[in-house]
């Protein structure tokens, strides 16, 4: 069980019998009257996102979800995302709606973790970066080094980032999972 005391960003609860991760809060302390903690949560099953309001001191129980280490193996487009648990090399299947925008990060062989709610996969947990190649990006202009300037550059999973000039074709960069942005250039062709 988590208090509204134990709230934080990324916490996953269980809230009228679907889990949810809280997306954002903010604890209210009124001049009159009780606190309370104004929330918003995040339906993990739907996607779907809720402002509500919590009193100080109740209570939500902890969902019962399952997390497993899984690689990406590849995608089928009449089976979906096809996805290999590490410990009994079971083959785990996901349609495009269960991945949604996490595609834009999947490279094959990519170790991740899966969520299951009783029983059934709902979704991912992408790692912090990932590594993707390069597949188009105009040259840089001559001179224009010293602005600062970025371009957009095309990787493998077909995600647009905007990249320092220096980035050419074939480059290997890291990106950010949680905002999509160029961390920075993992490694050359």
């Known amino acids: 069980m988590y208090s509204t005391s ?3 960003k990324g916490l996953k ?20 009257g009780g606190a309370f903690v104004r929330t918003k ?5 739907t996607g779907r996102v ?17 997390e497993k280490s899984v690689e990406y193996l590849y995608f089928d487009p009449k089976d979906g995302y096809v ?10 299947h996901l349609t495009e709606e269960q991945v949604g925008d996490n595609r834009l990060y999947l490279s094959e062989n ?6 299951f709610f009783r029983g059934q996969p709902i979704g991912l947990d992408l790692p912090t970066t990932v590594n ?7 040259p840089g202009v001559r001179g224009d080094t010293a602005t600062g300037a970025l371009k957009a550059a095309t990787l493998s999973t077909g995600l647009t980032v905007q990249v320092p000039l220096f980035v050419s074709e ?10 999509g942005a160029y961390v920075e250039r993992a490694k050359t062709k």
């Open 110 to 115: 990519l170790d991740l973790y899966l969520n």
């Open 50 to 66: 809720l402002d509500e309001t919590f009193r100080s001191g109740e209570k939500l129980e902890e969902p019962d979800l399952e």
């Open 83 to 92: 996805f290999m648990d590490k410990n009994t090399y079971e083959q785990i």
């Open 6 to 8: 134990d709230f934080r």
């Open 41 to 45: 949560i995040k339906n993990l099953l």
């Open 170 to 179: 074939g480059d290997v960069l890291k990106v950010d999972t949680r905002t």
């Open 132 to 138: 993707l190649e390069v597949v188009k990006s105009d």
């Open 13 to 32: 609860v269980t809230f009228k019998d679907d889990p949810y991760v809280i997306v954002d809060f903010l604890h209210v302390k009124p001049g009159k």
